[in-house]
Each structure stands twice: as C-alpha cells, then as structure tokens.
C-alpha cells in the first residue's frame, strides 16, 4: 500500500524513474534562454507539414522518438503513453501517436498535462502496472491561436496580460527501474475557479489553482518552498507568479527564493516581445524535458517541485460568460540523494 | 504486483468494486426501450439552463450527485474523479465538476471515455492509491451536432450511415471494498486508423478499435465471446457492430451468440428513426450505468465484458482531409460468484 498524505498527495514507495526525456521547439524557443537545453529545434513553422495542425502532431512525434532512442528503447518497449495537448479533440495527439501503435490513454488537462501524464504514468508504474511508460504534451502557438483566439494573419493587437503559447513538445520516459531522478510523490489538483473571466489573463485565472495544489502538497508533505532547490509552476508568467508569491505571502511562505514559473523561464520575455511570458501544454513540457531535467543531470538541481497549470476553459464557454476553471498538478523530482 | 497478461491487459488481483451508478438522459433516452432504467430523465434539452454546453455540465453534475446519493457518499469522500466529454476542450466536464472540489484528473477518449474512466480509476484503486474514485462522462446530441457538424436549427439530412448522439451521462463510483459488481479485468487499447475518412460513418471508422482491442483481450485472457454473458462494444452502432462479427468471423470466432452494441440498444432505431443507432461519450456511459447494471443487480448478467469505443477526429482534421483513428478500451466486469 502506498503513502496517502492527505486527500491529494500520494508518496510513492516505489518511485518511477525518468529513463529519458526529450524537448522539441520552434523559432522563438530557438531565440529564448534556453535553446541550448532542447534537443531539436525548428525554424519552420510548419515542420515540414502542409499544416500547423499537422505540425504539432509532427513535434509529438519526434519528442516521443528521441526520447525512446535516447533510453534504447522501441515503442513496443513501452507498456502505456499517457497524452494530450490543447487542441480540440487533441488531435496533436491522436495523430502524434496514431503510428507508435502503443496502449494509449488519452489525457485533457490543458496546460497542466505534463503534470498529469507524468502523475498518471507515475502511478501506473508504482502500482506494478507497467514497466515503462511514456508522459507527453504539446502545443502550437499558431494552432493555439486560431483556435482560441483569431488567426495569425489577422494580426490581432496582444494585451499586455497575454502570454505567447509556446511551440514545444516535451516527452519523458518513466520506468519501474534504473537510473535517472525519480518521481517520489503525486499531488492531484482540484478544479479552482476565482471568478476571472478574462481570457487573455491566464495567469491570473490559473494562479488561485496553483496555490491550492501547491498549500495542500506542503501541507500533506510537511515541506515548505525552502526543502526543494526549486518550485516551478506552469505557465502562470510574470503576473500569475507574482499572484501566487502574493498569495503565500499572506499565509508567512517566502516564496521568493526559490520559486520560479515556466512561463518566464522560456523566453527572454523583454527582448522578444513576450508580453507576460509563455504558455501552452509545451512550455512546461519542454522547460522540464529540456532545461529542468538536464539541470538536475548535471547536478545543478536536486529535488525540484515541478506544478503545471492549466485553464480548462474553451472559446465557447467564454462566448456564454463563464469564468475560467483551473487546475494544477504537483511532482517531487529528485536525484538519488 | 498485478498480473499484466500482454501487453495491453492488467488481471486486478485487487478488484475495484462498484458502489453505485447514475444514468441521466434527454427526451429521446426517455422514448426508447431502455426508458426505465435511467434515474433521470429530462424533456428539456436546456435541462433548466440558458445553453446547451450548460446543460450537458448540469447532467454530469446530476449523474454525479445522484450517484453519490445512492452510495451515502459526500464529494469529500472520494478521492478522485476522473472523468471527460467530446466538448472542444471538455467543458461539459470542467464546469460540471467545478465545484464538488475533488481532485481530478481531466480525460479526452471520445466516446471511449466511459471505459478510459473507469480503466483508470479501476487501476488507482487497485494500486493502492485511492479508496474511492468516480469515473463519469457525457455528451449532448445539440452541443456535438453544431460542435462536429451544424448547428441544429439548420435542419441538415443525415447520411444512413450517421449516428445520433446521445443526450445522456453516466457515472459510476468505485470503491476498494463494498458490495456490487467487481472490475477484474482492464485493457487498454492502442490507436487504429484503417483509412476510414467518411466522418458520418462513425462505426466503420471505430470497428476496428473495437476488434483490435477484444482480440487483445480475448488472446491475453484465454476467453472467448462465450465467457462472457455478453460481450458490449459503446456505439459502433448497426454498421459498425455487423463489421465486428464480420472481423472476429473471419478467425473462425463466433460473436453472434452474446455480442451486443451501446448504439444499437439505446433507442428504437426503426420506430425513432435513428439511422445507424446511438454514439456520443452518453450513449456507452448511460446503457452501463443504467441497463447493464442493473441487470447485473437483477441477477440476469453475471459477467460482462465492456469496450466503449471512440473516435478520435475533430471537424479540422477531417477539413484537412485526416481519417479518423479510433480507439477502444475493454474491461471485466463480473457479480461475485
């Protein structure tokens, strides 16, 4: 029987290794702090695909192929894939994976997917289910944008609360055994709603969620931002993190220390014009894949929290008047210490 | 450790037990045959609300309740929920839950989500990680008509072929231990794309999800059709279903004994001109959660073996001249015996 702590938090006794990982980005991720940390980058927008669509399935492809070369292994190697991504029906994914022919699992958690396939994964490994397990997301700003807002070519204005959603992917292999950091607890989030309705404020949307995944994990744990080298949130940007650093303030937490959020991280949000930052399910996927996760192989990082957001809203629900649902997921990842 | 038997199917050596169950459905659920064994049924396609997105949210918040009712159990009392529709984004889901504030992780099956749910929470629960779980889903024949297709007021002729979408949700609350119906077996299905791309031909798309999974099951099991009292794809509907047996007849296996199709039972295809039968998340969710269950109550079914089927396209790949991948996940469910 594994460790419940609390309500949400499991501590798994039987932790899952991160066998592989590998993060795919485009032209502005290529300009971004961090383009050393992803292992393809793309200038084409397309990917050489007659679609954007197209393309972001293509990007799924290639984070899920590196990563299964990088640990050796053939899809027939994996016992499940757990994905999704933010378009509708998530056909990023369906028709990312449709040729892998791997047991699939379909996933809708917005911007917090990689949080929750790696949560799910995590919890089919240590419940003895499956060796080895694969957590993926993407997303695409053009097809994010035509999706959810106008068409590129439109040229809508931005405001300044807008986040740019990355065009990433970022795929990790997990298995019951080897080498690499392990996952040692799964915090499940709940769906928070604070009454923001105003869709181009995400971060002000999903903060209110962050905290509350964030206060039950410590609280389940009995850890507190300053036992892990870093606490990452989503794609919450400048506001949205400034909104949960607030919101622990009031309860004594110093978050400033050693917290941080994907969505500032991924881009040089001045020089590139980046408005609040990054978003989309492949900003916190390719920040962990790429950057987090190669910090953590050379030593730099220890034991992170790592808590992606999302905003389970939907241009629909929007156009009727509704507020913004959201949700955050929460993982300790650390090296063998 | 759980017995995994191949690749895509897990023997639960802890068998999730079923609590209870809740079938919510529209005024054409009301008329067909299947009528009595809902808990609710609503003449109001609105069910009370101003859109037809609010109104599939208010059916997976009475599923819910209901559910929970029948049990004696309060939302704190489950420790997940994990649950999911066909809306862009799964807004039937996310409004619907947001406020019994369990922890939640959000799916995207299509119309396979009722077997995806409950594979899931099955495996949580098996795996130590929950006492109780829920696993829900619905779909709404006016928000998937103008979401997938067009808006109903436009009066569109449907192709024989097509299926009607079932206004209807069911949930089902899990549990590690209680009286009822247990889940003994979970496969989990992989992706399949023969090519199909006529969008209004939903069964012939799906019917080789269905057969490539209960293959699986079947040969990782070492059962056939006749272990089972009945054998039940979600909504092939007529089509699809005669292309089942017409696969399984071709390995000399005969399904035509004790195999049966969500989308064919829901209605009186004839009498309300119903074309191929009943699809949509609603339509395996709601025949499990009323008629199935209930039948195993009565004692009439003693082991069924479940695989709802889905279809995993949105309007822009078929736009983009996409076919359709499909996807079905089967499980056990068995009365003590």
């Keep these: 029987m594994h460790n419940r702590l609390g309500r949400q938090t499991v501590a798994l006794e039987r932790p899952s290794v991160i066998l592989s990982h ?34 972001e399935s293509a990007m799924q492809k290639m984070a899920l192929s590196r990563a299964l070369e ?32 791997i047991p699939f699992y379909g996933l809708y958690g917005a911007c917090s997917t990689m949080g929750e396939s790696l949560a799910l994964a995590s919890l089919l490994i240590a419940g003895g289910f499956a060796r080895r397990a694969g957590a993926m997301t993407s997303s695409h700003f053009c097809t994010a944008e035509r999706q959810y807002r106008m068409p590129v070519p439109y040229g809508s204005q931005r405001t300044p609360t807008a986040q740019w959603t990355a065009t990433a992917a970022g795929c990790v292999i997990l298995g019951a055994e080897g080498d690499g950091p392990r996952i040692t607890t799964v915090t499940c989030g709940k769906i928070v709603d604070k009454g923001i309705a105003d869709a181009n404020n995400m971060g002000a949307a999903m903060a209110p969620a962050a905290y509350d995944t964030l206060s039950a994990h410590f609280a389940a744990t009995h850890t507190g931002p300053q036992d892990y080298d870093l606490v990452l949130t989503g794609d919450l940007g400048v506001l949205g993190r400034q909104i949960v650093e607030d919101f622990f303030a009031r309860d004594g937490v110093d978050m400033s220390e050693n917290y941080q ?77």
């Design 22 to 55: 590998a993060a795919v980005g485009g032209r502005q991720e290529g300009d971004g702090p961090l383009s050393d940390y992803f292992d393809h980058l793309c200038e084409d927008s397309f990917f050489g695909e007659k679609t954007w669509e197209k393309a």
């Design 70 to 101: 990088k640990a050796a292994l053939t899809p027939e190697e994996l016992d499940y894939i757990l994905a999704g991504d933010l378009l509708n029906q998530c056909i990023g994914t369906s028709f990312g994976l449709r040729d892998f022919g």
């Design 261 to 337: 959020d994907c969505g500032v991280l991924l881009y040089d949000i001045q020089k590139q014009d980046m408005h609040a930052g990054a978003s989309g399910c492949g900003c916190s996927a390719s920040v962990l894949c790429g950057y987090l996760l190669r910090r953590m192989a050379e030593g730099h990082l220890k034991k992170i929290l790592f808590a992606p957001t999302g905003a389970l809203l939907s241009p629909t629900s929007s156009f009727q008047g509704e507020s913004i649902p959201s949700i955050c997921h929460a993982l300790t990842i650390q090296t063998s210490d």
